[in-house]
């Protein structure tokens, strides 16, 4: 291997390690807000849309002893990907989905998701998710599958909830599962 | 002469039969279609799952456009998509009702880049198969024959497998072998004790578990198990052109590679029966030029190649360059894949694994081996492999919040899939032509690939599935689903056999060294040279014909004789 490729392997790791030095999750955290609150919310969601969005995303996967979605950036990284990667269809599929929880959310307790304390708003999603599953409603499927990605897929997801090394460097083809501890990333 | 050999194409053939010229002392020349390619530098190997571009995701817009044929290939994300061609750019046609799905990439390296990297060998077993059975042509060579030079790559490529002592997959020169995990050794063992003619093996693969000396001089280092071979590997721990025949090749000091040269035809000059030069489109600048040299190899792929000998046409050839035959474009074959079955395993819940192996297991042919067994001929062989579900499973399972992480941190039940590869008997009606009608933007005429699969291949694939189901059902699996339907001929990347190797100059194009029956100095080494498909995946046959008839030509260059 080229000393390039030890170089890059090293700045990427003195990169982690100054974040992780200077304080951890909050720090990305922190990082991770900053950066997406320059950008505007964009076509693809109107300032109400991304809120809910955000609450949504927070209610599916909340933080716990590990950070959770908005820790994550998820709801960001579900406005890039419909302006990067979904068609038109998917921007439609998404925005029905949260149209479809806002309705609930009025229907069941006569308020806006956003006005809702948590555990009604567990209630809402609980009503949704199992409802879209059951008639394998291919929009809801692609929502929630956005927002595992998002978190999951994400730097904080990967490594701090599941475990995930960009360099394995080797192969132990059979071991307890207490020994490697939490499922792999990828 | 400008050189002494010309080689059109750098995949897998052209790789080899360039490295053993070379090394021969012979002044060559590749000449690629695609761009040029940089090894390590222009590889996306070292993102993160959160630095790939949308986390791995083509844009649906653009996947839609632009690559509705080559994204179906499992390989296919937005880390690899630099490795395959813009369908919209590189049309092709086929009856409306027969689909064949041409998969490629144009860049140096060709698909040595992308490829499945599963190497086997053939055995007498697949080289006996046609006169046997009675179809297509007799091969004209046999494993003794191909036996030195499977040697001979799998030495310098680096192959790791492990030693089985089956007539029907004969053993190599094997890296240490990696392990099975523990759902495949529970079974592997049912199955073996089911039924005794079954062998599973760890799949065999071109990946350095112990890299040589000899690799490391190449710059090559061991596998990190990191299993984003798609992308192309900075550790050049799996074997490419670029990874390893190129730089032998470029080592010698004989080497000259030429890139972006698309190869318009062979000029074929009669009263010497040779080829006497080789005609390029510049694919930037649309400029017309030629090479001559005094041997030329075809290593372009199957379709490729068949192409340009069928734009090679001539008076004394007016149907293709050396197809005095008719077989030139006829023959094509693949690997019937869409076939096998998957399932659950309740057990082994406190068990996993660590790390991300790049291969899976084998299950060579075992019908039609010992004896005939079943309506039909040939066989099929399994890869497969098996492993928990993580994190992705829960976009389809019911539940959310606190519950939906506790879950997730867990990986899920253990699964096993067995992917059927089932033999393609040569059939002459399925066929490559020009399409005269329509032109590329280079002015050359369309491909036109007319393919379909026949009653022994659905009998094959009946056969195979229902086999994959009952060894998992025996292996206490739950769950089982079929893998079908059964994906259109071309999706396995096997394509071949459309200039084949024969006996007869009346039945074939080319003899016992891949060179063509009619023209002396031309040589075509890479899937088109296939008299039949056997079960196993070819690119380590493609690699040993390669050495074979490079080392052959050498030897008729220093005699005089071509």
């Known amino acids: 291997m080229s000393t390039g490729e030890h170089g890059k392997l090293n700045r990427r790791a003195l990169l982690l390690g100054a974040v992780f030095l200077a304080g951890g999750a909050a720090a990305l955290t922190r990082f991770a807000r900053q950066s997406s609150a320059s950008a505007d919310s964009g076509p693809v969601f109107s300032p109400d849309q991304f809120a809910l969005l955000e609450q949504v995303a927070d209610t599916m996967i909340p933080a716990s002893d590990t950070p959770g979605a908005l820790d994550a950036g998820v709801p960001e990284f579900l406005r890039e990907m419909l302006a990067n990667w979904g068609s038109r269809e998917s921007h439609a599929q998404v925005l029905a ?66 475990r995930y090394e960009l360099v394995p460097g080797a192969w132990r083809a059979c071991l307890p599962l207490a020994e490697v501890g939490r499922a792999s990333a990828v | 002469m400008d050189f002494d050999a010309i080689v059109v194409g750098s995949g897998i053939s052209g790789g080899w039969v360039a490295k053993e010229l070379c090394e021969r002392g012979l002044k060559t020349l590749i000449i690629e279609r695609g761009r040029h390619v940089e090894h390590k530098a222009d590889y996306q190997d070292f993102a993160t799952p959160w630095e790939v571009p949308n986390r791995g995701c083509v844009p649906e817009d653009e996947r839609a456009r632009d690559y509705a044929i080559q994204s179906t290939c499992h390989a296919f994300n937005s880390a690899s998509k630099q490795w395959w061609v813009r369908d919209s750019e590189h049309p092709y046609s086929t009856p409306a009702d027969r689909p064949f799905s041409w998969i490629r990439g144009y860049h140096l390296g060709g698909r040595s880049i992308t490829w499945g990297r599963q190497t086997y060998r053939m055995s007498d077993h697949d080289f006996g198969a046609n006169q046997r059975d009675g179809h ?65 093996t760890i799949g065999r693969c071109a990946h350095l578990t112990e890299p040589t000396p000899e690799h490391i001089a190449l710059g090559r280092g061991p596998c990190q198990l990191r299993s984003v071979c798609e992308r192309g590997c900075g550790y050049g721990a799996y074997f490419s052109s670029l990874s390893a025949t190129l730089p032998a090749a ?19 000059d009669h009263a010497k029966r040779r080829v006497s030069a080789v005609r390029v489109i510049d694919a930037k600048t649309g ?60 057990g082994f819940l406190d068990r996993y694994y660590y790390g991300r192996r790049p291969t899976g297991i084998y299950l060579p042919r075992y019908v039609n081996v010992a004896q005939q067994d079943g309506d039909f001929v040939r066989g099929f062989a399994f890869q497969g492999y098996s492993w928990r579900s993580s994190w992705w499973r829960g976009a389809g399972e019911v539940g959310l919040g606190l519950e939906l992480k506790q879950r997730l941190r867990n990986p899920g039940k253990w699964e096993l899939l067995l992917v059927g590869f089932a033999e393609m008997l040569p059939r002459a009606d399925n066929r490559v032509s020009l399409d005269e009608k329509r032109k590329d933007r280079w002015g050359l005429p369309l491909v036109h690939i007319d393919c379909t699969h026949g009653e022994n291949e659905r009998r094959l694939v009946e056969r195979a599935n229902r086999d994959a ?52 100095n031309l040589f075509v080494t890479d899937g088109s040279c296939m008299t039949s498909s056997g079960t196993a995946n070819p690119s380590l046959t493609y690699m040993a014909l390669s050495a074979r008839a490079a080392n052959h030509a050498a030897d008729l260059l220093e005699s005089g004789e071509i």
């Open chain 1, 97 to 162: 989905v949260l149209d479809g929880i806002e309705k609930q959310a009025w229907s069941r307790f006569g308020a806006a998701f956003l006005a809702l304390p948590g555990e009604r708003r567990l209630e809402v999603m609980r009503n949704v998710d199992a409802d879209a599953l059951a008639r394998q409603d291919p929009g809801y499927g692609k929502f929630k599958w956005l927002l595992l990605v998002g978190y999951y897929q994400s730097e904080v997801g990967a490594t701090q909830e599941l």
């Open chain 2, 136 to 200: 297509g042509v007799d091969w004209p060579i046999r494993y003794a024959d191909l036996s030195p030079w499977y040697d001979r790559v799998e030495r310098f490529a680096g192959v790791s497998g492990s030693t089985e002592g089956l007539e029907q997959l004969p053993d190599g020169q094997f890296l240490p072998p990696l392990d099975l995990n523990c759902l495949e050794r529970a079974f592997k063992q049912q199955t073996e004790i089911d039924h005794p003619t079954r062998r599973v």
């Open chain 2, 287 to 346: 400029e017309h030029r030629s090479y001559q040299a005094r041997v030329v190899f075809l290593c372009a792929s199957t379709i490729g190649t068949t192409q340009i000998l069928l734009q090679s046409r001539s008076e004394y050839f007016p149907n293709g360059l050396a197809n005095r035959s008719d077989a030139l474009g006829r023959h094509l074959m693949d690997h019937v894949v869409g076939i096998g079955a998957r399932g659950t395993h309740p």
């Open chain 2, 250 to 268: 470029k080592k010698t000091g004989n080497l000259t590679i030429v890139t972006d040269a698309i190869v318009e035809r062979l000029d074929y």
């Open chain 2, 469 to 520: 189901a009952a060894m998992l059902a025996a292996a206490g699996f739950e769950n089982i689903e079929s893998n079908g339907p059964m994906k259109p001929p071309g999706h396995c990347v096997h394509e071949m056999g459309t200039a084949r190797m024969g006996r007869d100059p009346a039945t074939s194009v080319l003899n016992r060294y891949n060179q063509a029956h009619d023209v002396g």
